[in-house]
């Protein structure tokens, strides 16, 4: 049941058949008594509520009552509607519990994604019960065949994926650079209703403020000097399909308050022709910032950040999953193997040892990097730690991670950078390894496997 608030009865009318007429069943309240009244009486799987019932304007009236519902049933997504609609109002609302905030005259079909999308966040996702679904059981139900790896951060961002693909959620890719936050945001797209429509890539930190309505909204020929002729923005070609806005942290101010404005009434204008256009998108964006930072030094609109990131995956830094590093290598590798025709390329355990206990700060992508560059240098098919090092990687020893100063790691952490150190040191020899730290070998197997360091089984 979707229960609609507001004191006006034309909007709770046409509200209640335009709901009924897409299957849903409602209840509706004229204001705050009758709709609290109705949320005990029986949980709604939605609320649809107006911001005002008295002569303000504010929005205090909505506010106040949307805590009160979120009181009573903190887990019914509440979808703000008001003919009084501002940004700060807007900001509020997601502040204080709201789902999504529309705004009067409503479009029919985008308030029904709206609810869709709400309904379909709100229920359980696939592993929901029982044990958290593993690797395997991920890539029986998903299309996740271009993502590399098998440990539990990356395995609970995978199955956030799954989780919200299947919505029109919008979707905030937090990562540090190299992550793979494109595979993520290809993989939202592969498995959601619109996997059959375009999936639109668009880098915002190679496009300058003054190019920014041309490139995204596409011009008429003529309307401005260099027009020659039509072009399409990137928005059109997106239409029906997903656009993935990389970089969103580099986007200037200017351009952010165009970007909102498109993302809010999901229209927008051709340069140099007037007549608005509607859009039916998925909007999936990626930075490698702290958004929430810039939001308070004021270099991001905070309503742009709320619009954004109203499912947001954080992908962890290839540093925080080593024992995927030879997963990685071994899948490049066969990649190579195509590639340069070296059919009979390897790597041995001491390379792989030696590549886990690197910083890689640039994470994935300077991996793949260091395997090419290493295949190119080598003049055999087995790789060893002095190819790596010869193509340009370093010393062996690897440095700290950003911001691993003394003090500021647990002991564990010492512990286990100490092994990647003595392990890539010896070559893999754990022999030499448990005598340089001082263990049995039983003692250094147990805290191999207690970190996630890849080491060959005794004979």
């Known amino acids: 049941m979707i229960l609609i608030v507001d004191d006006d009865l034309a909007v709770r009318t046409s509200l209640g058949l335009l709901l009924k007429q897409a299957g849903y069943a409602t209840r509706a309240a004229d204001g705050p008594a009758g709709a609290l009244a109705a949320v005990r009486a029986e949980t709604p799987a939605l609320v649809l509520l107006d911001m005002n019932f008295s002569r303000a304007t504010t929005g205090d009236d909505g506010l106040a009552l949307l805590r009160e519902i979120k009181a009573l049933a903190p887990l019914v997504p509440v979808v703000l509607i008001t003919g009084w ?94 992550t793979g936050k494109e595979l993520i945001a290809e993989a939202l797209h592969q498995n959601s209703r619109r996997r059959g429509q375009p999936f639109v890539k668009v880098n915002l930190g190679g496009i300058s403020s003054s190019l920014f309505e041309s490139e995204l909204f596409g011009h008429r020929r003529g309307a401005f000097t260099d027009a020659k002729a039509d072009r399409v923005g990137r928005f059109e070609l997106a239409n ?26 999901r229209t ?20 490698n910032k702290n958004l929430a930072e810039l939001v308070a030094q004021g270099r991001f609109r905070e309503d742009l950040f709320y619009r954004l990131n109203l499912i947001t995956l954080r992908l962890p830094a290839l ?72 193509s340009g990687a370093g010393a062996p020893a690897p440095a700290p991670a950003p911001g691993a100063v003394p003090g500021t790691l647990t002991l564990d952490q010492l512990e286990a950078q100490a092994i990647r150190q003595s392990v890539a040191h010896h070559q893999g020899n754990l022999s030499r390894v448990a005598k340089a730290l001082g263990l049995s070998r039983g003692a250094l197997y147990r805290r191999l496997d207690k970190y996630g360091i890849p080491y060959d089984e005794p004979a």
Not at 240 to 265: C, M, N, P, Y
Not at 268 to 285: N, Q, T
Request: charged letters at 25%; proline letters at 6%.
């Open 240 to 265: 029906g399909g997903t656009i993935f806005l990389d970089e969103i942290g580099e986007l200037e101010l200017a351009s952010q308050v165009k970007l909102l404005r498109v993302l809010q009434d």
């Open 268 to 287: 927008y204008e051709v340069l140099g022709d007037s007549k608005p256009r509607r859009l039916d998108l998925r909007v999936v964006a990626a930075t």
């Open 319 to 390: 540093r925080e999953r080593p024992h995927d590093v030879p997963l990685l290598v071994r899948h490049f590798l066969a990649q190579l193997r195509a590639t340069y025709q070296r059919p009979g390329l390897r790597v041995g355990a001491p390379a792989l040892h030696w590549l886990q206990a690197q910083p890689l700060p640039g994470n994935i992508r300077e991996l793949k990097n260091l395997v090419e560059r290493a295949v190119l240098v080598s003049g055999h098919d087995e790789l060893t730690p002095a190819d790596f090092q010869q």
């Open 85 to 178: 609609g501002s940004i700060a109002l807007a900001v509020a609302g997601m502040k204080a519990g709201a789902a999504e905030f529309v705004t009067k005259p409503w479009h029919n079909d985008a308030l029904l994604q709206t609810i869709g999308t709400a309904l379909a966040l709100r229920g359980p996702g696939p592993a929901a019960e029982g044990a958290p679904a593993g690797r395997r059981a991920l890539d029986k139900q998903f299309a996740l065949s271009d993502i590399v790896g098998e440990d539990e951060r990356l395995l609970a961002v995978l199955r956030q994926v799954g989780q919200v693909a299947a919505t029109d959620a919008s979707v905030l890719i937090e990562g540090e650079s190299g």
